[in-house]
T-cell receptor, first 109, second 112 residues
Framework: GQSLEQPSEVTAVEGAIVQINCTYQ??????LSWYQQHDGGAPTFLSY??LDGLEETGRFSSFLSRSDSYGYLLLQELQMKDSASYFC??????????WGAGTKLIIKP | SQTIHQWPATLVQPVGSPLSLECTVE??????LYWYRQAAGRGLQLLFY??????ISSEVPQNLSASRPQDRQFILSSKKLLLSDSGFYLC???????????FGSGTQLSVL
């Protein structure tokens, strides 16, 4: 089967750095995406990695290692507004996105 | 710029009643369109996908159906709602199939 594994919950302190990991097992792979979803809201696209390496967008970075079937989202200088659920998703090659179950990020002052 | 509109934001319907949720996209042509459902505290379940007018792929057999009568309009329907149809319904679009999805604001459906 196809699956993505990510921690269910991560806790960090405001101003710190946090890393959310995602490992995947899929029949095909075109890329790994990350989405942010605040409670009651819709997911918003954060980043996409089609090739190995690090992609940086402001305080957020995303990394991919295709040989390890592994990626992570790195959030720096955490702010209270970053409290949300973060989903990794794999594009296996067709129209689908295979979604992880989400990681709830709790930020403490 | 591209925008996606989804309505209504919340809906409370009795069991056995019909459903129609509508989604429209502006500012792009021939988008890939998706309907997802999300249970509380869970991940996203793909319900339907469309690459063009009248072209619908169904992922989950159930009492829901989808239609795409115009290029940028996607409709989710049901003739008779079940309790299990409750959830957060999200419409999304993308330029490239399966990449970089943009979501509507969602519809919270409660079937009572």
């Amino acid at each position: 089967g196809q699956s993505l594994e990510q921690p269910s919950e991560v806790t960090a302190v405001e101003g710190a750095i946090v890393q959310i990991n995602c490992t995947y097992q899929t029949s095909g792979f075109y890329g790994l995406s990350w989405y942010q979803q605040h409670d009651g809201g819709a997911p918003t696209f954060l980043s996409y990695n089609g090739l190995d390496g690090l992609e940086e967008t402001g305080r957020f970075s995303s990394f991919l290692s295709r040989s390890d079937s592994y990626g992570y989202l790195l959030l720096q200088e955490l702010q209270m507004k970053d409290s949300a659920s973060y989903f990794c998703a794999v594009t296996p090659g067709n129209y689908q996105l295979i979604w992880g179950a989400g990681t709830k990020l709790i930020i403490k002052p | 710029s591209q925008t996606i509109h989804q309505w209504p934001a919340t809906l409370v319907q009795p069991v056995g009643s019909p459903l129609s949720l509508e989604c429209t996209v502006e500012g792009t042509s021939n988008p890939n369109l998706y309907w997802y459902r999300q249970a509380a505290g869970r991940g996203l379940q793909l319900l339907f996908y469309s690459v063009g007018i009248g072209q619908i792929s169904s992922e989950v057999p159930q009492n829901l159906s989808a239609s795409r009568p115009q290029d940028r309009q996607f409709i989710l329907s049901s003739k008779k709602l079940l309790l299990s149809d409750s959830g957060f319904y999200l419409c999304a679009w993308s330029v490239v199939s399966g990449e970089k999805l943009f979501f509507g604001s969602g519809t919270q459906l409660s079937v009572l």
